[in-house]
């Protein structure tokens, strides 16, 4: 069993499709053991995508992610890491399979509607950046 942060981005919530998103997690056995909805800071965001500051797509990726509200969840469950990958769909909405978050939802490959985790190392330092101890339980 693993725990991954999920990021429902400022696209999708603009496009009110929260409840769908979370639906896919739910259907998948991935259940929802924190969640909140904030805005990030321009610094939170760099912050948060550091590991891409040297990406053509850095600046405007940060500009996105503060545009609006977005809702971060912890999710768990078997192999949680991988799996929310797979429903996730390619970053590219283009190349995504039929039936993933993106797929169904991303307008295009920097507003894609979710993030998630890309390692259970991630995971944990992701997670961290979010939440404290006291706000994820699991039973
Ligand atoms: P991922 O979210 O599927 O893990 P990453 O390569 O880690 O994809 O990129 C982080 C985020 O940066 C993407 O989800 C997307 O919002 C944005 N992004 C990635 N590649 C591009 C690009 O080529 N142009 C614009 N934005 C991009
Ligand atoms: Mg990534």
Redesign the pocket.
Known sequence: MQQTLSIIKPDAIEKNVIGEILKHFEKNNLKIVAAKMLHLTKERAEKF?LI?KDKP?YN??VD?MTSGSILVSVLYGEDAVKKNRDIMGA?NPEQADKGTIRKDFATN??K?AV??S?SLENAKIEIAFFFKEDEIFIR
């Open positions: 995508y891409h797509f405007d990726l996105f970053t490959i920097e894609n993030h998630g890309d």
